[in-house]
């Protein structure tokens, strides 16, 4: 049974560039959520899509979009990259509502901007 | 939400028991209480949830006493593949649209 799969793993971008990162949810789950983890901290939550809506949004610019497609998989986009963006990007996915055995995360994506 | 107080760190040795508490004094009546274990470059792993008193898997136990102000995470006979961070929250888990909020957990190191 796959779990949660993001790619890529690791990615070097330029100040201002816009970059996308991708998700596929565990099997059976149908909701996916991005987190953002800088270094030395705890995940921070970016949004959670449903159904290919998001509804739900954490204190993150609008720079930081995202889109689930109707096989559940999903994509987080950051535009006009700064220094501060880098981080580990982690996709979790659960079923929409109670997480009784909890969220499932990924490996996630170190991106690094430069 | 309710806050969540853990210890910023620990240490321990190799077959030791090892107990992380958790302070959370605004603790709803609908909230429950999960703990995640993060190894580095990886994502979080659902380690336990519980509501009131205990609660042991295969991995872990959890101990809340009956005001649930507070909780224990009780790891048994740790070994050096358990260092890693833990992470204890609070919420209602069958909340719609429910979002896991993250404090700097407690980083483990277990030494040999």
């Known amino acids: ?114 | 939400l309710a806050k969540t107080t853990q210890p910023i760190s620990m240490d321990s040795y190799e077959g030791q028991e090892v107990n992380i508490t958790c302070s959370h004094n605004n603790i709803a009546t609908n909230d429950y209480i999960t703990w995640y274990q993060q190894f580095p470059s990886q994502g979080p792993r659902f380690i336990i949830q519980g509501y009131k008193t205990k609660v042991t898997n295969e991995v872990a136990s959890l101990f809340i006493p009956a005001d649930r102000k507070s909780s224990t995470l009780s790891l048994p006979r740790v070994s050096l593949s358990d260092t890693a961070v833990y992470y204890c929250l609070v919420g209602d888990i069958n909340e719609y649209g429910n979002k896991l909020v993250f404090g700097a957990g407690t980083i483990l190191r277990v030494k040999s």
Do not use: M
């Open chain 1, 1 to 114: 049974d796959a779990g949660v799969t993001q790619s890529p793993t690791h990615l070097i971008k330029t100040r201002g560039q816009q970059v996308t990162l991708r998700c596929s949810p565990k099997s059976g789950h149908d909701t996916v959520s991005w987190y953002q983890q800088a270094l030395g901290q705890g995940p921070q939550f970016i949004f959670q899509y449903y159904e290919e809506e998001e509804r739900q949004r954490g204190n993150f610019p609008d720079r930081f979009s995202g889109h689930q497609f109707p096989n559940y998989s999903s994509e987080l986009n950051v535009n006009a990259l700064l220094l501060g963006d880098s981080a580990l990007y982690l996709c979790a996915s659960s079923l929409p509502t109670g997480i009784t055995y909890g969220y499932t995360f990924g490996s996630g994506t170190r991106l690094t901007v430069v």
